[in-house]
């Protein structure tokens, strides 16, 4: 069964970086997968943030580009978020997620399949 | 980017009701559009993908049809455990988007 878990401080000062770990077990990150980031703020909707594939290929939402870096660890079979120049609009629960990259060139499950719990990450002095 | 415009944003039902969420995509998503399914401090949980496929262990009374750009996920014989939050997302094209989504609350 695939796993994932994020870790990382639930506390960032503002302007300051944002840093979380998603670990995967029962995958491996140089699978033929997408791996992502999703952040929810309280009460509100989901948000993609990024992704990252097994040869280190990204996409980032736009509005958040100039801020995301998503990056692989192989040896240590996790992927990593960080976002530079924290406010208070990221204050969010981050979730990392798989999505696997067409199959056999099937896209029809090129979906979130499975999700990590959330981490709720809080930017305050 | 494509919008999803989901609608009710909330909506109120019994036990044992059928209740329908439409989401719209402002352009042809083709059907690379999937449900979730979201409980209070959970993460999402997909239901149906590429617009009307039932995922693996869901229940067969969550169904979803596509018209157009026009996506309907239904709901029949709720139940207690069916009351959540959904949101549609597609994944045609890049960013990835969601609906807003729809709270269902016992009425």
């Known amino acids: 069964q695939v796993q994932l878990q994020e870790s990382g401080p639930g506390l960032v000062n503002p302007s300051g970086t944002l840093s979380l770990t998603c670990a995967v077990s029962g995958d491996s990150i140089s699978s033929i997968n997408w791996w992502s980031w999703v952040r929810q703020p309280p009460g509100k909707g989901l948000e993609w943030i990024g992704e990252i594939n097994h040869s280190g290929t990204t996409n980032y939402h736009p509005s958040l580009k100039s801020r995301v870096t998503v990056s692989i660890d192989k040896s240590k079979n996790q992927f990593s978020l960080r976002l530079s120049s924290v406010t208070a609009a990221d204050t969010a629960v981050y979730y990392c997620?798989?999505?696997?990259?067409?199959?056999?060139?099937?896209?029809?499950?090129?979906?979130?399949?499975?999700w990590g719990q959330g981490t709720l990450v809080t930017v305050s002095s | 980017d494509i919008q999803m415009t989901q609608s009710p944003s909330s909506l109120s039902a019994s036990v044992g009701d059928r209740v329908t969420i439409t989401c719209r995509a402002s352009?042809?998503?083709?059907?690379?559009l999937v449900w979730f399914q979201q409980k209070p401090g959970r993460a999402p949980k997909s239901l149906i993908y590429?617009?009307?496929s039932l995922e693996s262990g869901v229940p067969s009374k969550f169904s979803g049809t596509r018209s157009g750009t026009d996506f309907t996920l239904t709901i029949s014989s709720l139940q207690p455990e069916d009351f959540a939050t959904y949101y549609c997302?597609?994944?045609?094209?890049?960013?990835?988007?969601f609906g807003q989504g729809t709270r269902l609350e016992i009425k």
């Open positions: 997620a798989r999505r696997p990259s067409c199959p056999g060139g099937d896209c029809s499950v090129n979906y979130f399949d499975y």
């Open positions: 352009q042809d998503i083709s059907n690379y």
């Open positions: 997302q597609q994944y045609r094209s890049y960013p990835i988007t």
């Open positions: 590429a617009a009307s």
